[in-house]
């Protein structure tokens, strides 16, 4: 079949590259729309329990990942021209597209009691802006007697106060969010030029539009990069502009194919589909390396262009196509996960795995055989010294220094052992931003006035309607938030309990004293004011209202917001002190409590996809096995194959523990790339061997010298060529993405060892020579049968082909 196809691609290469070209221009067309998200929920089942409950509570409550928040710790915002300027700053925010709500103190609501008739009634605390200091003195001075906002607008501390912006969830998800983030950062920019107070930015909404700013930043640099590079490492092996060129062509046809078919999947760039254009680089490389450096080596044997370009698809055609599949293995696991950021990632990369194998497989022929041929010159690295050298160690340590070679082994293992042992599982909400970055600065602000912004809800359930308002029920949810507000992780909580305080102040004419549950002999009168309130904004038909409490008035819920302390604190908390106090205030009780929310599901989703992660790598490994037996049909094969991509991914999780790179998913997701990139590299050594063994008679050492002579040039310039495109991610700004850049050129480091000294040391140890009969499966054995013998390969050649064929004379 392989023979021909490749005749197929060399006689019709000028229309394969225009049906090429067409393809991409139409995938160009397609990649102009594509959209970045940065969606938390993507890293949760959509049938896990938690994200099925609490998407419930957002139907019934709405979004709790919707606030952004401006902060500042400034005596000089309380200079009435600064504070009006602060007034002037949330009534422009008020008018942007996409912006539902604002609160700040400038536009804080009193809540007061309409004696006449009968209600509490919302009026704002500055109807107009103030004319003097003194009058805006005196106005904050009501507003410091507000209980209710303490802790939420002003600190009670530090005396920092922030601007709330509420966003419409409609744009929040959506690529309009970019452009709504830009007009609420343009304005604060101008208050800051007009105050020179700082501001300082969180929330949900704004860590998701910085992120995705950066991925798509990044995902453009690090794919200029990543071609850079690897352009400059081809031409330091090659040695000619045209292997510059024109791999690179084929890597720049896949990225732009790679975003178009993000398009038409229907995907939106993330933080892992984000790396696939700068990954496809790196791995789209090998194929064009592998054909290279084979077309070289086969043109300095025959002379013929055409010749050499056709045994080079014919020979290495199927091994090619299987190191794809291996290597799209590390990534099709993903494909049948349930998790949306997975499974979006899995499909995009391996379906681009094999669309670089297909784009390399025709314009590399197409292109090499239109030039002129390669000069003596551009072939003498195939008889580079230092590789030659190299090799030779190689060749040393596997035939004279095996037991060397397998105590290093075990000793590195263990040692690998030891730095697995303090490998750690933990995830941040704002993660992998550099420690001095704005974001986690900002975060640090929020969280030392503010005790954090991230979102943490409970949803309390009473078993009767109307239970929310029995005065018993009220006063075991006070409790619980009485015990919430001693934790310091933890900001104070909005529910219909510290509602009801307001309005209990509000009942005594706003004496802060009052701020309080009412007891027995008030709660008639205040609950019925609350009632008789309904129209007033207020009441219980308002919009506050309908956030917290469902129309049976049976479930409630309370919303806090909680410092980005990181998966593990979060589980202590929540674990060790937060669920006792709920078993032991609500035991006794008619009320049922349960904690969600988007960080809640955030910290689960993490663990559930480092689960799902193992699960894949335990796939993957078995996928790889499989490959390997369907193509050697050979159980020990297949053990041949497993032990050094084994080997490799310990080294790499050791060394993953002793630079104290925590286990993630972005950090997780590693090992089954890495799994896939090893096996390619084991799949072809075991190739060449085989065809060697049945060359030479079954002399394992002879088969063994060779392989690694002929084999391991092109593995180690695969290597090379990997290891230098994947070390451009240690710069980026992403935590994960820089350890994938670490890990990613620790394990290809050690998968020379693994593949190069440890694989054919197995070799030599337990395959048999001369009388020993290799058992081949169909398709090795016609490939040895067919391509050992050059002479033969020709003749064949010339039977099948016509000059006329071509366009010019190519015949032998």
């Not at 794809?324 to 998790?339: L, S, Y």
């Not at 090379?720 to 710069?731: E, P, T």
Request: net charge positive.
């Amino acid at each position: 079949m392989w023979e021909n196809l490749a005749l197929f691609i060399i006689r019709f290469r000028s229309t394969l590259v225009a049906l090429l070209a067409v393809i991409t221009v139409f995938m160009a067309w397609k990649a102009k729309d594509v959209e970045m998200t940065y969606d938390f929920a993507q890293v949760v089942s959509p049938k896990d329990p938690e994200m099925v409950y609490f998407q419930q509570f957002k139907k019934q409550f709405g979004e709790d990942g919707n606030v952004l928040v401006l902060g500042m710790q400034d005596s000089a915002v309380y200079k009435l021209q600064n504070f009006n300027q602060l007034r002037q700053l949330a009534d422009d925010l008020g008018k942007v597209q996409g912006v539902s709500g604002v609160l700040s103190i400038s536009k804080l609501p009193q809540l007061m009691r309409d004696t006449a008739t009968n209600k509490f009634v919302a009026k704002p605390i500055f109807t107009t802006a103030p004319r003097t200091q003194a009058e805006l003195d005196s106005l904050m001075r009501i507003v410091n007697s507000q209980e209710f906002y303490k802790g939420q607008l002003i600190s009670t501390t530090t005396g920092a106060t922030l601007v709330a912006v509420t966003m419409d969830p409609q744009f929040l998800n959506s690529s309009r969010r970019q452009a709504v983030m830009g007009n609420i950062l343009g304005h604060a920019q101008q208050f800051e030029k007009k105050t020179g107070i700082n501001l300082h930015y969180a929330g949900l909404p704004y860590v998701r539009s910085t992120m995705t700013s950066k991925v798509a930043g990044e995902m453009k640099l690090f794919t200029f990069l990543a071609m850079l590079v690897t352009g400059i490492t081809l031409l330091v092996f090659f040695r000619t502009w045209s292997a510059i060129v024109f791999p690179l062509l084929v890597v720049g046809v896949t990225v732009i194919w790679c975003v178009g078919s993000i398009v038409l999947l229907g995907f939106k760039i993330n933080l892992l589909t984000g790396l696939i254009p700068s990954i496809i680089v790196v791995i789209g490389i090998p194929n064009c390396t592998y054909l290279l450096s084979r077309y070289h080596y086969d043109f300095r044997k025959s002379g013929n262009q055409m010749l050499a370009m056709t045994r080079v698809m014919r020979k290495i055609g199927l091994v090619t196509l299987m190191n794809n599949t291996t290597t799209a293995v590390g990534f099709i696991v993903f494909a049948f996960t349930d998790i949306a950021i997975l499974f979006q990632f899995g499909l995009v990369a391996t379906v681009n795995i094999f669309a670089a194998f297909v784009i390399s497989f025709i314009l590399i022929p197409a292109a090499f055989t239109f030039l002129p041929p390669p000069t003596p010159k551009q072939l003498e690295h195939l008889d580079a010294a230092p590789l030659t050298k190299l090799l030779e160690f190689f060749d040393h340590l596997v035939l004279h220094r095996r037991a060397t070679v397998y105590i290093l082994g075990l000793v590195m293992v263990a040692i690998a052992g030891f730095g697995i042992s303090r490998i750690e599982a933990v995830s941040y909400m704002v993660d992998d931003l550099p420690k001095k970055s704005s974001v986690n600065s900002d975060l640090s602000f929020f969280e030392k006035h503010f005790h954090g912004v991230m979102p943490l809800e409970f949803e309390v359930v009473t078993k009767k309607p109307k239970g929310l308002l029995n005065l018993k029920n009220l006063q075991k949810i006070d409790q619980f938030e009485r015990f919430l507000r001693t934790q310091p992780e933890l900001s104070p909580p909005i529910s219909l309990v510290t509602f009801i305080k307001a309005a209990t102040q509000a009942f005594y004419n706003g004496d802060p004293q009052f701020y309080r549950l009412p007891d027995n002999s008030e709660k008639n009168f205040i609950l019925s004011t609350l009632v008789n309130s309904k129209g007033a904004g207020v009441g219980t038909d308002s919009k506050f209202f309908r956030s917290f409490i469902d129309e049976k008035q049976q479930k409630a819920r309370i919303s806090l917001k909680i410092a980005d302390i990181g998966s593990n604190n979060l589980d202590t908390l929540m674990n060790s002190k937060i669920r006792p106090a709920m078993a032991r205030i609500f035991n006794d009780s008619n009320i049922t409590i349960r904690p969600t929310g988007t960080t809640i599901i955030f910290t689960q989703g993490n663990e559930y996809l480092i689960h799902t992660l193992k699960e894949s790598l335990f796939w993957a490994f078995g996928l790889v096995g499989l490959v390997v037996f369907i193509l050697f049909r050979s159980f020990k094969t297949v053990f041949y194959a497993l032990v050094p991509n084994f080997v490799t991914l310990v080294l790499t999780a050791g060394v993953m523990g002793f630079f104290n790179i925590p286990l993630k998913p972005s950090t997780a997701l590693i090992f089954v790339i890495a799994l896939g990139i090893d096996g390619d590299n084991s799949i072809h050594l075991l190739a060449k061997f085989k065809q060697e063994m049945a060359a030479n008679g079954q002399r394992v050492r002879d088969a063994i010298t060779t392989t690694l002579s002929e084999a391991g040039t092109s593995m180690i310039y695969t290597s090379i060529v990997l290891l230098v495109g994947f070390s451009i991610f240690a710069f980026s700004e992403f935590g994960g993405t820089k350890a994938l850049g670490l890990l990613m050129t620790a394990s290809l480091l050690i998968t020379n060892f693994s593949n190069l000294i440890l694989l054919p040391s197995l070799l030599v140890t337990f395959e048999k020579s001369k009388s020993y009969a290799v058992t081949n499966p169909a398709w090795l054995k016609q490939y040895n049968e067919r391509y050992s013998n050059d002479e033969d390969d020709d003749q064949d050649f010339n039977k099948m082909h016509k000059a006329s064929d071509y366009e010019g004379d190519y015949s032998i």
